[in-house]
């Protein structure tokens, strides 16, 4: 399982640093992605990073903004957001996919083994 944190209310311009903390076992065998989701609209991938971190992909919204980093002897994920404006806000789901190639990473839900319950994240002044 993977479970999300550090959401909530930030003003336009600010920061948050959101977490994903996995109880998986050999947490080095996932990519890792974070998606984000509006209500009517569909999940959207945002950003990835492939199990040994050396990887990472960007949605063209948020590439140089967001940055995505891993921990894997923690178990963690983290996704550092700067610059926030009010059309990020939405539930940020962070989702964990198995795989052999340690240098990939996805952008899509296919294949997801595992998502967490999602956190919101809300931009407004």
């Known amino acids: 399982q993977v479970v999300e944190s550090g959401g909530g209310l930030v003003q336009p311009g600010g920061s948050l640093r959101l977490s994903c903390q996995a109880s998986v076992d050999d947490f080095s065998y996932y990519a890792i992605t974070w998606f984000r989701q509006v209500p009517g609209k569909e999940r959207e991938g945002i950003s990835c990073?492939?199990?040994?971190?050396?990887?990472?992909n960007y949605a063209q919204a948020v590439k140089g903004r967001f940055t995505v980093s891993r921990d894997n002897a923690e178990k963690k994920t983290f996704l550092q957001m700067n610059s926030l404006e009010p059309e990020d806000t939405a539930v940020y789901y962070c989702?964990?996919?198995?795989?052999?190639?340690?240098?990939?990473?996805?952008?899509?839900?296919?294949?997801?083994?595992?998502w967490g319950r999602g956190i919101q994240v809300t931009v407004s002044s």
């Open positions: 989702a964990a996919r198995s795989t052999f190639v340690p240098t990939m990473c996805f952008m899509s839900s296919k294949g997801v083994g595992f």
């Open positions: 990073i492939s199990r040994n971190g050396t990887n990472t």
